[in-house]
């Protein structure tokens, strides 16, 4: 079973950045996708960003498509989120979770950290 720990959320005004941590254990990092999630208050967690095995590949969902990149070290079990031009709608929960497999088409399994809280004044 993997643990996911995420950081690096906190309070920033819009047009800010941020960027934020996820680290994993538990199950061998570099074999497996990782996508990001958000999730307002009373509303589902929707998809953020995701990245393959190897780093090659990721998919962005069109709201922060050009804002945000998603990167990963595996030698640190870590993928990161930086968030440039941050809006108020951003703000939110930041989740990330583990692929089923390598690549971006395997789906995520339903395991998730204690999230990040990402909030954004106007």
Request: glycine share 14%.
């Amino acid at each position: 079973q993997v643990q996911l720990v995420e950081s690096g959320g906190g309070l920033v005004q819009t047009g800010g950045s941020l960027r934020l941590s996820c680290t994993a254990s538990g199950r061998s990092f570099g074999s497996y996708a990782m996508g990001w999630f958000r999730q307002a208050p009373g509303k589902e967690r929707e998809f953020v960003a995701a990245i393959n095995w190897a780093g090659g590949s990721t998919n962005y969902a069109d709201s922060v498509k050009g804002r945000f990149t998603i990167s990963r070290d595996n030698v640190k079990s870590t993928v990161y989120l930086q968030m440039n031009k941050l809006t108020p709608e951003d703000t939110d929960v930041y989740y990330c979770a583990p692929g089923r497999g390598g690549t971006l088409a395997a789906g995520y399994l339903d395991v998730w950290g204690q999230g990040t809280l990402v909030t954004v004044s106007s």
